[in-house]
């Protein structure tokens, strides 16, 4: 991983005016680095938004049509168009949208009536974030410990747990854990002990009730990153330093979280990108399966029920969310391994 | 009009071993054949792709029942004589259901990496292969594509599409084809490097023949591997939007939809949610298993 090009462009073919403006020191190519970044992440969320907006208005049908039922009569359809903007062309609508994002206005729900989205996602939020935080949690340690862990012991009996863990983690769906979960805990556990005991299967709220959803949404990326972290500990416990470190009579202790545990680790911080990406997927899946009034499932509602400024603000929110993730981990990259190059 | 080459007396005693010589392809399989878990994956695969294109056959038959008749006066029962499995909540064979799951989740699995190997293959080989301004233009686009969580696209564009197989099966490949795109143009840029590229430069091909020929041979092998592990990657997405009730729609057997039919009665038979989530496990993880297989079978590193 040494010498990584990390950011938006590749290192070639850099212009004379830039090596003109090359700063002088590594804390200013490292501000300007950050600048360069956020800067990427104009475009990027403005393509989002683009393509997510077209894809809207690319769907057939207008928002008012009612499956099955009584249609709206088309003096009322004129009279909603209206309110939501839908009578301007597309550009315009899209021009509008922008510059309401930039005022965090993400327009009216259509499936709420009378509702904001912003006003629907802050409701939303801190059921969502407190799973993401409390799940986020559990897999750094327990990723990073089950592959150290079995790294150190490699081919022992330890080893195979983990690792038959981390592939059972990775292959079965969150959705089926989450449903099995349900099953033993909720729906077993209650008939053996007679209806004394038993995990909570819906719902939230800050007790017993956290447990299944954030061990199913944690599952998978702690699986994923135990899997990295072995890999990249037996890759450095070969290398020479950690002979010699052994060699010169270092404590185990010394070793393992010196020279070992620090240099595994770096590939790992990549890593965290993803499973930022990871918890946004998992939060969808997790809150449909334990009904938990988050971000996820109001996204769901909203697909199913063609809420498209609430799939639109959701995107884009979801999208930042990832983008800053992927951003701060690559500024902590930086900072972590020395050798990385800043383009 | 080859040079008369003198021939040197053939040598029929040698004091040293040759190593048998076998192609790449003869030794990724012996080396696959060795890994006990991948070839046990390979085996249900196989039996899974039997049973889905057999599985309408079985019922004409009779072998096995209707996936989509219901009996409603055996809602929900458990596994009998009649029923291997039990029936549903509207008395529909599960065991039969099951077998036509499969059918969705292999085709949505296989052909969706047709649309990254299209899609992700093709822009790959040409931002690696062209370089400059091409490279950049498409990396970039690669970037931004890869902004969207891929769950949240997926389900954004089949609601756009209205449910069904095709457009599920477009709505994943669209979305997740810019992880092998990135692969392919890494493989491409340090193959093209390569001396035996150059030489196939010096002595005139076409970038045609040198792509097909020498590039994307020696790229074959992490791009089989990435393509293995799409399949469970997309079996999940499949589920995961027939699950959410945004995927396959009923009456159709799919393995998210009975899981999602089952919760609704889950208190009195559990099992209705167990077995299809069972059967994604497997396939799954066969998968997982061909891929681990295929990748340490096609690592030169880790060649006799």
């Not at chain 1, 799940?135 to 490699?154: D, H, K, N, W």
């Not at chain 2, 047709?114 to 490279?135: E, F, K, W």
């Given at each position: 991983m040494a010498n990584t090009a990390i950011g938006g462009r590749p290192a070639r073919g850099a212009l004379p005016v830039r090596r003109l403006l090359a700063p002088s020191s590594r804390g200013a190519a490292l501000a300007l680095f950050v600048a360069r970044r956020v800067l990427w992440m104009v475009p990027v969320l403005f393509f989002v938004i683009l393509i997510t907006f077209t894809l809207m208005h690319l769907a057939p049908g207008s928002p008012w049509d009612k499956a099955g039922g009584r249609q709206l009569s088309a003096s009322i359809v004129e009279n909603l168009n209206t309110r939501y903007g839908l009578d301007k062309p597309i550009w315009q609508q899209f021009l509008l949208y922008l510059w309401?994002?930039?005022?965090?206005?993400?327009?009216?729900?259509?499936?709420?009536?009378?509702?904001?989205?912003?006003?629907?996602?802050?409701?939303?939020?801190?059921?969502?974030?407190?799973?993401?935080?409390?799940?986020?949690?559990?897999?750094?340690?327990?990723?990073?410990?089950?592959?150290?862990?079995?790294?150190?012991?490699?081919?022992?009996?330890?080893?195979?747990?983990?690792?038959?863990?981390?592939?059972?983690?990775?292959?079965?769906?969150?959705?089926?854990?989450?449903?099995?979960?349900?099953?033993?805990?909720?729906?077993?556990?209650?008939?053996?002990?007679?209806?004394?005991?038993?995990?909570?299967?819906?719902?939230?709220?800050?007790?017993?009730?956290?447990?299944?959803?954030v061990v199913t949404l944690a599952l998978l990326p702690t699986a994923f990153i135990a899997r990295l972290t072995r890999a990249s500990t037996l890759d450095i416990l070969r290398q020479d330093y950690v002979r010699t470190a052994w060699a010169k009579g270092l404590s185990e202790r010394l070793v393992v979280l010196k020279h070992i545990l620090k240099n595994s680790l770096i590939p790992i911080v990549t890593a965290l990108g993803p499973t930022f990406a990871f918890l946004v997927t998992g939060s969808v899946i997790v809150e449909t399966v334990f009904v938990i009034p988050g971000i996820g499932r109001s996204f769901v509602e909203a697909v199913t029920s063609r809420d498209y400024p609430m799939i639109l603000a959701t995107t884009v929110l979801f999208s930042v969310v990832v983008a800053i993730a992927n951003l701060v981990v690559d500024v902590l990259y930086v900072f972590i391994d020395p050798r990385v190059r800043l383009t | 009009m080859a040079l008369p080459i003198p021939s040197a007396p053939l040598v029929q005693q040698q004091d040293w071993d040759v190593?048998?010589?076998?192609?790449?392809?003869?030794?990724v399989w012996r080396r696959f054949r060795r890994n006990r878990l991948a070839v046990a994956g390979a085996v249900i695969v196989v039996i899974l792709v039997l049973d889905a294109v057999l599985a309408g056959l079985l019922v004409q038959i009779g072998l096995i029942q209707d996936p989509i008749k219901q009996h409603v006066e055996l809602s929900a029962t458990g596994p009998s004589a009649a029923h291997l499995l039990g029936t549903d909540e509207l008395g529909r064979d599960t065991l039969s259901r099951l077998m036509f799951?499969?059918?969705?989740?292999?085709?949505?699995?296989?052909?969706?990496?047709?649309?990254?190997?299209?899609?992700?293959?093709?822009?790959?080989?040409?931002?690696?292969?062209?370089?400059?301004?091409?490279?950049?233009?498409?990396?970039?686009?690669?970037?931004i594509w890869f902004a969207f969580p891929d769950l949240l696209f997926v389900l954004v564009l089949v609601s756009v599409f209205s449910p069904s197989l095709l457009s599920i099966f477009v709505a994943i490949g669209i979305v997740n084809w810019v992880g092998l795109a990135r692969l392919v143009r890494g493989q491409v840029l340090s193959i093209k490097e390569k001396e035996f590229v150059e030489s196939a430069r010096a002595v005139g091909s076409s970038h045609f023949k040198i792509v097909l020929r020498h590039l994307v041979?020696?790229?074959?092998?992490?791009?089989?591997?990435?393509?293995?592990?799409?399949?469970?990657?997309?079996?999940?997405?499949?589920?995961?939007?027939?699950?959410?009730?945004?995927?396959?729609?009923?009456?159709t057997p799919s393995w998210g939809v009975m899981i999602q039919d089952g919760y609704q009665a889950i208190y009195a038979a559990p099992s209705q949610v167990l077995f299809p989530g069972i059967a994604i496990a497997i396939t799954m993880l066969s998968f997982s298993f061909i891929g681990d297989g295929l990748r340490d079978a096609l690592d030169p590193r880790m060649r006799r």
């Open positions: 309401n994002v930039t005022h965090f206005d993400f327009g009216l729900s259509y499936q709420y009536q009378g509702r904001t989205v912003s006003a629907l996602l802050v409701s939303a939020w801190p059921y969502t974030a407190t799973l993401g935080v409390l799940a986020f949690c559990v897999i750094v340690p327990a990723g990073i410990g089950l592959g150290v862990v079995a790294a150190l012991r490699q081919n022992s009996r330890i080893d195979y747990i983990a690792m038959g863990f981390s592939t059972f983690g990775a292959s079965v769906p969150n959705f089926v854990v989450g449903m099995l979960f349900i099953i033993v805990f909720g729906v077993m556990l209650y008939n053996i002990t007679g209806g004394n005991y038993s995990l909570p299967v819906s719902g939230f709220g800050l007790d017993d009730h956290l447990i299944m959803p | 190593p048998e010589q076998v192609g790449l392809w003869t030794d799951g499969a059918r969705i989740s292999l085709t949505i699995g296989i052909l969706v990496q047709g649309i990254y190997v299209l899609i992700g293959g093709t822009i790959g080989l040409v931002a690696g292969y062209a370089g400059g301004r091409v490279d950049n233009l498409l990396m970039r686009f690669t970037d041979p020696n790229a074959l092998g992490p791009i089989i591997v990435t393509l293995t592990f799409g399949i469970p990657a997309a079996i999940f997405l499949e589920a995961a939007l027939s699950y959410i009730g945004v995927g396959i729609q009923p009456p």
